[in-house]
C-alpha cells in the first residue's frame, strides 16, 4: 500500500495576528511570525499527522489579552474567566466534500488563540521567558488541534510530556 503523502515532512500555512491593543512588557521576546512558522513546520513533523492526503496542514494563530480570551472562553467553553490558550479544531465536524478539495489544499487544523497577558504572568511567576512560556501554550494548543486531550491525571501527564518534547525539538526546554 502506498501511503497518501508522498511529502515525509509536513508543510504548513501558519497565519499569526497579534491584536494591536496587546501590550507587551518585552516586545523583543515575541517571536516572530517566521519563528513561529518554522517551529510548526518542526512540531508537524515530529507529530506525523496524517490526516491530509498532501501533507499540507493550516493553523491560525492569534495572540491577544485578556479581555478577548475571556470573551470567547465564556462563549465557547462557558466558562467566565481568562485562560492561557484556547483550541478550536477544524476537524471536529465533517466537510462535505472535504476529500475532494484536501487532496490540492492544505488541510485546516483549525485555530489557537493565546493570551499574552496571562503567558507574561505565568512566566514572571516561574522564571523563564515569554517566548518559552507562548511555545508551551503553542505546542498545546497544537496537540488539541490534533485531537489529544487531558480529561485525567494519566492524560494529562502524557500530554505535558509529549509538549516538553516539542519544546526539545525546537531547543527550547523548562
Avoid: C
Avoid at 488539541?144 to 501527564?157: E, F, M, N, S, T
Wanted: net charge negative; aromatic share 8%; no cysteine.
Amino acid at each position: 500500500m502506498i501511503p497518501l503523502t508522498q511529502n515525509p515532512t509536513p508543510e504548513v500555512e501558519l497565519w499569526v495576528e497579534t491584536r494591536e491593543d496587546v501590550e507587551l512588557t518585552h516586545k523583543a521576546e515575541l517571536p516572530t511570525v517566521s519563528t513561529w512558522q518554522t517551529w510548526f513546520k518542526i512540531w508537524l513533523s515530529e507529530l506525523k499527522p496524517t490526516s491530509s492526503p498532501i501533507g499540507r496542514y493550516e493553523v491560525n494563530l492569534l495572540l491577544t489579552d485578556d479581555v478577548t480570551i475571556r470573551q470567547l472562553n465564556a462563549t465557547y467553553r462557558h466558562q467566565d474567566k481568562a485562560t492561557d490558550v484556547l483550541a478550536f479544531a477544524a476537524q471536529e465536524t465533517e466537510i462535505p466534500g472535504a476529500q475532494t478539495i484536501y487532496q490540492t489544499a492544505p488541510l485546516p487544523l483549525g485555530d489557537v488563540v493565546i493570551s499574552v497577558e496571562t503567558a507574561q504572568r505565568q512566566r514572571h511567576d516561574a522564571h523563564y521567558s515569554l517566548t518559552q512560556e507562548l511555545a508551551w501554550l503553542a505546542a498545546h494548543g497544537l496537540l488539541h488541534l490534533l485531537g489529544w486531550d487531558h480529561p485525567d491525571d494519566i492524560a494529562l501527564k502524557i500530554m505535558l510530556e509529549q509538549q516538553q518534547q516539542l519544546l526539545r525539538q525546537i531547543d527550547l526546554t523548562f
